[in-house]
């Protein structure tokens, strides 16, 4: 049986996607400023406008930091939040893609929280920009956690049947990251799985 994704019939994506992160937050046990959380919002309705939001594959993320160092400070802004947008969306929906390609999850993890670590950079030294440093500076510091928080969206938003196929394969997948979200999945499916290597090793 293939999984299929689910149809969103709430007339409201803002307060669909407010209700998924909040409670995706909740059960991962992460707490998120109320900026950090319309910021994500925002960023996942964005991606529901056709045509708009980047694709894994779309531009290369070396590329898009390249064009940043090079380009004016008002260009630089975009193209940091644009690259840590990127970073963030990708890895957290595009989780296999990432495993299928040349880099891994640390590495889209690294590209992004660098980003937003520089464009909080210079909206600090802008003008009135503290409020959005702050932002960007928590973007930044929670990236890994705020990857495994669109995972969890991402999983809750399709069919997940118990097949051993896909058991399996969610089986492989904790074993190359050690993802924690994957653990607690195969524990919830019934599978005995270690809390680290020494127990695997045992």
């Given at each position: 049986?293939?999984?299929?994704?689910?149809?969103?019939?709430?007339?409201?994506?803002?307060?669909?996607?407010?209700?998924?992160?909040?409670?995706?937050?909740?059960d991962?046990?992460?707490?998120?400023?109320?900026?950090t959380?319309?910021?994500?919002?925002?960023?996942?309705?964005?991606?529901?406008?056709v045509?708009?939001?980047?694709?894994?594959?779309?531009?290369?993320l070396?590329?898009?930091?390249?064009?940043?160092?090079?380009?004016?400070?008002?260009?630089?802004?975009?193209?940091y939040?644009?690259?840590?947008?990127?970073?963030?969306?990708?890895?957290?929906?595009?989780?296999?893609?990432?495993?299928?390609?040349?880099?891994?999850?640390?590495?889209?993890?690294?590209?992004?929280?660098?980003?937003?670590?520089?464009?909080?950079?210079?909206?600090?030294?802008?003008?009135?920009?503290?409020?959005?440093?702050?932002l960007?500076?928590?973007?930044?510091?929670?990236?890994?956690?705020?990857?495994?928080?669109?995972n969890?969206?991402?999983?809750?938003?399709?069919?997940?049947?118990?097949?051993?196929?896909e058991?399996?394969?969610?089986?492989?997948?904790?074993?190359?990251?050690?993802?924690?979200?994957?653990?607690?999945?195969?524990?919830?499916?019934?599978?005995?799985?270690?809390?680290?290597?020494?127990?695997?090793l045992?």
């Amino acid at each position: 049986m293939s999984s299929e994704p689910k149809l969103i019939l709430s007339p409201d994506l803002g307060e669909f996607f407010r209700t998924a992160v909040g409670e995706a937050a909740n059960d991962l046990g992460l707490q998120l400023r109320d900026e950090t959380e319309y910021y994500l919002v925002n960023l996942l309705c964005e991606q529901t406008r056709v045509g708009v939001g980047p694709m894994p594959g779309d531009q290369p993320l070396a590329l898009l930091y390249k064009r940043a160092l090079e380009a004016s400070d008002v260009e630089r802004v975009r193209l940091y939040k644009d690259l840590g947008d990127l970073a963030l969306y990708v890895a957290g929906f595009f989780a296999e893609f990432i495993e299928r390609s040349l880099v891994d999850t640390s590495y889209y993890i690294a590209m992004g929280g660098n980003a937003y670590h520089s464009l909080s950079d210079l909206m600090g030294a802008q003008r009135q920009g503290q409020a959005f440093a702050k932002l960007y500076v928590d973007l930044a510091q929670k990236f890994s956690e705020l990857v495994g928080l669109l995972n969890e969206i991402s999983a809750r938003s399709r069919s997940t049947p118990d097949s051993h196929r896909e058991l399996l394969h969610l089986y492989e997948r904790w074993v190359r990251t050690r993802s924690e979200r994957l653990r607690r999945l195969l524990i919830d499916k019934g599978m005995l799985v270690p809390e680290s290597d020494d127990e695997v090793l045992q």
